[in-house]
């Protein structure tokens, strides 16, 4: 709810991605320009199915962004394809 995500073409890796851009000053508030970055450190430290990979984060005019693995199908798609069946659960 706080930015926008773009379709992007990473050039050097060949590779379609998707960049989410803050919206808002964020140069004013250096506390939170922080605590962003500190989070997609954070993020970008876990390999796992279920979370979306970040390749990098960097400004904008002033506004945080980060690139990350692109998913071409809705979160609840790859959700269900990565989560086993209930009912096998049994």
Known sequence: GMGVV???RDPALQR????KLQSGNWEEHPEEMERFLREARILAKINHPNVVQ???VGT???A???????????LADAAR????DPMQLK
């Open 6 to 8: 773009y379709r992007a």
């Open 16 to 19: 379609d991605l998707a960049i």
């Open 54 to 56: 970040i390749y990098s």
């Open 60 to 62: 904008h005019e002033g």
């Open 64 to 74: 945080p962004f980060f690139a990350m693995e692109l998913l071409e199908r809705s």
């Open 81 to 84: 394809l990565r989560l086993p």
